[in-house]
């Protein structure tokens, strides 16, 4: 069974932006909900313990003294209408510790003392009910033993009170996180129309237009963004026009050697005997031969283009080991031009970080270079040094480079205005390429004795 991967939808910044509002203004909400909760309660607690601290002075008015004993006298009648009440329970205490209970509810539970004519107010339950206690300590005979007066009432007028507050609050906070959202949306899409234009504009686009992005009117976040932005059309748009002069001028020296692919081929058919077309065919050989070597100069340099670089693994290469390698490879080639062909290296490894294969078309590149620039009957040689850094260089003894033309070389396709060879001017425009990816140099100077050329590849050190 195959199963397809479901891809989570991006979520837009003006989304992501009025979320995150949205949520600080709900925790906000929250948070002013539980302070007016408090507040509602606090106004509440307020209102109703005034009634009940006076409903307490009121009834310790009715103690008074008799023979020596604390007596409280309120009638009943007095008494029923102390403690009616359509939505609360009304209870009361009077007692001392000398006397005990004096009168009310002996389940009232008593409070922790106090001075004389002082005032407490606290929380307990009575009857299985929570209620709110107000006592007041009073000495009508005796200050050794103080009269305890309390009332207590149960909390539902309390709890209607803070409720209706709260009732009353909400509607305007609702109204207020409405309002603030809204607002706050407004103020989104307004920071936002700078980046949303950005983004109309360069949508607009088609894939031709490179152009740098206007930076004009742009707050300085954004215009952090837009110069990237340039940056990157602008290396694009430089890319770009390296591959179509890449392309142009690939297609313009391959058609140099197909045509002459082409005209042997015809040569060959139209031979009117076997040596004429023995000729033909040695001349076709060498312009496929020539036709092949370049498309593999350019298959090696699309391989040294940015886009390839990542693939590229740099290991432990031996460049004494190397250098011989390659160097027999082309012992052939040296001897049909009667050169002398030699090799200088250590006897032990030269470890470089680089890749093997690259670095064995630098040598081929640099070699077939000093091959057909340089005097039949001369010199090449290879050389490994090491040092201070490690070098791997190519010299000859042929006609050298001028000095004004020793950084032209290493352009694409350009060969020297005297040079008499038939190559591609390719091949030192791969190895710059291939040194610059291994983090080497590649120099040119005269041979030895001043004669000819020497090519230097100079490896970085190591740290």
Do not use: C
């Not at 920071?191 to 930076?215: F, H, M, Y």
């Not at 952090?224 to 179509?244: C, F, G, T, W, Y």
């Amino acid at each position: 069974m195959i199963r397809i991967a479901k891809t989570q939808a991006p979520v837009s910044l003006r989304s992501g932006l009025l979320l995150r509002l949205g949520i600080v203004l709900v925790l906000l909400l929250a948070l002013d909900a539980v302070a007016s909760y408090f507040t509602a309660l606090h106004f509440a607690n307020l209102v109703y313990d005034r009634w009940l601290i006076d409903s307490d002075r009121s009834l310790a008015q009715a103690v008074r003294a008799e023979h020596g004993l604390v007596q409280f006298d309120l009638p009943r009648i007095a008494l029923e209408i102390f403690q009616f009440d359509e939505v609360d329970e009304i209870y009361f205490k009077v007692s001392s510790k000398a006397q005990g209970l004096i009168g009310g509810d002996a389940q009232l539970p008593d409070v922790a003392p106090m001075q004389v004519g002082g005032l407490r107010l606290g929380f307990a339950s009575l009857h299985g009910k929570r209620v709110r206690v107000v006592s007041t300590l009073i000495a009508p005979l005796r200050p050794q033993d103080p009269v305890l007066v309390s009332v207590a009432e149960t909390l539902f007028k309390r709890s209607t009170l803070t409720r209706e507050i709260l009732i009353g609050m909400a509607a305007p906070q609702i109204a207020l996180l409405g309002i603030a959202l809204l607002l706050g949306r407004i103020g989104v899409n307004h920071g936002l129309k700078p980046l949303t234009d950005l983004a109309a504009q360069i949508e607009a686009r088609d894939q031709n237009n490179l152009s740098p992005v206007p930076q004009s009117g742009l707050p300085g976040e954004t215009r952090v963004l837009v110069a990237r932005i340039n940056e990157l059309l602008e290396r694009l748009s430089n890319a770009m026009r390296a591959q179509k002069r890449f392309v142009a001028d690939a297609a313009h020296q391959l058609r140099t050697p197909l045509a002459a692919v082409l005209l042997h081929a015809e040569r060959a058919e139209r031979a009117p005997d076997t040596s004429s077309e023995r000729e033909a065919l040695g001349a076709l050989h060498r312009s496929v031969e020539r036709a092949a070597r370049l498309s593999a100069q350019l298959l090696t340099l699309a391989r040294t283009d940015p886009e390839a670089v990542s693939a590229i693994e740099l290991k432990p290469v031996d460049l004494t080991s190397l250098t011989r390698q390659v160097g027999e490879e082309w012992v052939r080639r040296a001897l049909e031009r009667d050169i002398d062909f030699g090799l200088v290296v250590p006897d032990h490894p030269v470890l470089v970080q680089g890749d093997e294969r690259l670095l064995s078309e630098v040598l081929s590149n640099l070699i077939d270079n000093a091959l057909r620039y340089g005097n039949a009957g001369g010199h090449v040689t290879l050389m490994v040094e090491i040092g201070a850094q490690t070098r791997l260089s190519v010299q000859d003894d042929g006609p050298g480079i001028p000095a004004e033309e020793r950084t032209k070389i290493f352009e694409r396709f350009y060969r020297l205005p005297n040079g008499n060879s038939d190559g591609s001017g390719l091949g030192l425009s791969i190895v710059e390429e291939i040194a610059r990816l291994h983090r080497a140099t590649v120099e040119v100077t005269s041979g030895a004795n001043d004669r000819g050329s020497r090519f230097i590849v100079t490896f970085a050190t190591e740290r």
